[in-house]
């Protein structure tokens, strides 16, 4: 595709349930990244994969949160037991290369929001 | 991580430059300085990036003190358009976001 895409767009949830949101970078992009904003916050970086593998899963708020991707391309952010914290948009990002190799820029997908009722 | 700081906010007068400014101060000598900006319920949007020269491009211009520990993105006629959060970064890898500079361009 010419851009990220996202999907779903909107997803409502019980609290307790699971949730997978998908990313499609822009092909060929190696890199990947996840983070989410909470309604009037800035950006919390959640994860980055290089290829298939994430080097730094850092930003991870705790053991309910899992990301995997496959074929270098696809990505799912899986947040198990959502609770209303939650709550938030979540943003892909990807890049020709590593980002900070300073010769490529990243492009964000739209988002989905997530809302934990 | 190189953190980095900006105002909070800020008006400008549309028509007129808007001159966004960023302390990195303990930024490392392999690290770039990027700027996105995000305009409500969108996805954040590349505007420029550069080393230690400065840059410009169809957006903006990006000055960078020669210490490399600030710099300042230039707007050169702000639309309405261009009201936005506007994020400065730099590192390595990881980009953090910081909460950025509420920029609202005035009629």
């Known amino acids: 595709g010419a851009g990220v895409s996202q999907s779903p767009s909107n997803k409502v949830t019980e609290k307790g349930k699971d949730v997978e949101l998908r990313c499609d970078p822009i092909?060929?992009?190696?890199?990947l990244y996840w983070y989410r904003q909470s309604l009037g916050q800035g950006l919390e970086f959640l994860i980055y994969?290089?290829?298939?593998?994430?080097p730094d899963k850092s930003g991870l708020p705790s053991d309910r949160f899992s990301a995997e991707r496959t074929g270098g391309s696809v990505s799912t952010l899986t947040i198990q037991r959502t609770q209303q914290e939650d709550s938030a948009v979540y943003l892909c990002?990807?890049?020709?290369?590593?980002w900070g190799t300073g010769w490529t820029e990243a492009f964000f997908g739209q988002g989905t929001r997530l809302t934990v009722v | 991580d190189a953190k980095t700081t900006q105002p909070t906010s800020m008006d400008c007068a549309e028509g007129r430059a808007a001159n966004l400014p960023c302390n990195h101060s303990?930024?490392?000598?392999?690290?770039?300085v990027y700027w996105y900006r995000q305009i409500h319920s969108q996805g954040p949007q590349y505007i420029i990036h550069?080393?230690?020269n400065n840059e410009t491009n169809e957006m903006a211009s990006l000055i960078i003190t020669e210490d490399r520990k600030s710099s300042t993105l230039i707007l050169p006629h702000a639309t309405l358009r261009d009201t936005a959060v506007y994020y400065c970064?730099?590192?390595?890898?990881?980009?953090?976001f910081g909460p950025g500079t509420r920029l609202s361009v005035l009629p």
């Open positions: 990002a990807s890049s020709l290369q590593e």
């Open positions: 303990t930024i490392s000598g392999n690290e770039y």
């Open positions: 550069g080393l230690k």
């Open positions: 970064i730099v590192s390595s890898r990881n980009f953090v």
């Open positions: 092909s060929g992009h190696t890199a």
């Open positions: 994969f290089q290829g298939n593998s994430a």
